[in-house]
């Protein structure tokens, strides 16, 4: 319904149109909030077959990568306001002020420092270590190697969604 992009990068500046016959360019005003780890309002410039938008440069650059909420909201004759609809936009970083970018999944992190842990562990090492923001202690073995596997199987089921909890499933029809 809403012609504004889907997925945006950091520092990009954006224009795009939004065409409503059932409202009137001339006498109504149409705003899109966009809300997420940031927040950006924007007010339609008025032409005779829509509104343009314009995200400028500086402003996408504020923009924190992730995924934001649009709301589209038309001012009737500039007071009566009516919310139109809402639509998803995701914030891509731009590379070129990156040094790294960290491309996997919370599941793959959790699993990665998991893993450290049970080696760690499993060497008699340790007896505490942290897992993200969380600090365990005398945690055992046997449910270290479980959170291991159900992460290793939630990771693989999100590669291939065709699997059916990670077994082979075999089905017969027929006399």
């Known amino acids: 319904m809403f012609n504004i992009p889907k997925q945006i990068t950091q520092g990009d500046k954006i224009t795009w149109t939004e065409k409503l016959p059932d409202y009137n360019p001339l006498t109504d005003t149409l705003s899109c909030f966009i809300r997420g780890q940031k927040a950006l309002d924007l007010t339609g410039t008025a032409t005779t077959e829509g509104w343009d938008f314009t995200i400028e440069s500086a402003e ?21 306001r009516k919310t139109l609809g809402t639509t998803e936009l995701l914030v891509c970083p731009s590379f070129e002020k990156l040094t790294e970018l960290e491309t996997r999944s919370v599941d793959e992190i959790e699993l990665e420092a998991i893993t450290k842990a049970i080696l760690k562990l499993a060497s008699g090492a340790v007896s505490e270590y942290w897992i993200g923001d969380r600090k365990l202690k005398y945690q055992d073995l046997e449910q270290l190697t479980k959170r291991q596997q159900y992460l290793r199987n939630r990771i ?6 065709r699997t059916i909890g990670g077994r082979n499933v075999e089905i017969k029809f027929g006399n």
């Open 60 to 80: 996408s650059e504020t923009l924190t990568p992730g995924k934001y909420k649009t709301q589209f909201v038309v001012f009737e004759f500039g007071t009566d």
């Open 156 to 161: 693989a089921k999100k590669k291939n969604p």
